[in-house]
Every structure is written in structure tokens, then in C-alpha cells.
């Protein structure tokens, strides 16, 4: 079952890198009494996710935090090492925008936004999506709806949806 607006996001534990090296962040506890636009992936590096998808949110910070918005998270699953480096690399962690690994995929199949495609080396992989969630509640949920594009789950259309 996908998620949908008015479902509250599962418990989940991403990893980011810390001063030490990995460590896990409580997904309920960066949402609870927060506002928080959280967008998914399919990958680090990769065309859309890079050339598109994290420059659109990079571009959409200020008028994000208009709006009220107390954080911004991108999730991928990746590593916490590659995702580090690739907020690096794009200009997202020098944003803002806090990099979350979902290492193993949990989360992205506990909101059924989880696929495959062996063609493209994409096991267990998250689909492209954003979402505004309050107190880890889905107020706005914009899956994109075509591979390879970001439209609907855009840092500007989130804005308009917000």
C-alpha cells in the first residue's frame, strides 16, 4: 500500500554521517512537532536525481521556509557515505538540505514507494516522490508519476501544493 495524505509516516531509522561516522537518525523523531518537505529518489549521481530533482529543491529553500517549513530532507537509498559526499557535490548540504540514507530500502517499501529495475542496476531502489508532512502527518503527497522526470515532485511544485 502506498501512502497517501493523512497517513502518518512509519517508524523508520535513516543513517547520516556524523562527526564519527554513521549513525542513525529516528525519521519520528526529525518530524515530530515540525514541518518538514521530505523528497525521494532513486539515487545518488544519478541523471534526474542530480541534473533535477536536488537543484529544484536547492532553488525552492527560501520560499520553502515561507512557508514554514523547518526542514528539508532528501532520502535515497544509498549509503551514508555516498550521500554525504553527493550533498556535497550538488550544493544540498551547503543549502540546508539534510542528506538521509535509507540504506536498506525499509523505508521507501514502508511507504510503497520501493522498485526494481535490473536493467538500470536499480535493486530495491525508492521511486521519485516530495512530501510535506507535519508532526509526521502526510499533508501533501506528489509522486511523480514517469521515470526519468521531475515534475510533480519538484521542490517548486511542493511549494505551490504547501
Known sequence: MTIAVGDTLPEATMLRMGSSGPEGVA??????????????????????????????????MDALKAKGVDEVICTAVNDPFVMKAWGESTGATAAGITMLADA?????????????????????????????????????????????VCERSAGETLVEAI
Not at 33 to 53: M, Q
Not at 126 to 145: I, Q, T
Open 27 to 60: 525519521l519520528s523523531e526529525r518530524l515530530k512537532g515540525r514541518k518538514v518537505a521530505l523528497f525521494g529518489l532513486p539515487g545518488a549521481y544519478t541523471g534526474t536525481c542530480t541534473t533535477a530533482h536536488v537543484p529544484s529543491f536547492i532553488r525552492s
Open 104 to 148: 536498506s530500502g525499509d523505508f521507501a517499501k514502508a511507504i510503497g514507494m520501493d522498485f526494481t529495475a535490473p536493467p538500470a542496476g536499480f535493486y530495491g531502489r525508492s521511486l521519485r516522490y516530495a512530501m510535506f508532512v507535519e508532526d509526521g502527518v502526510v499533508k501533501v503527497f506528489n509522486p511523480e508519476e514517469g521515470a526519468g
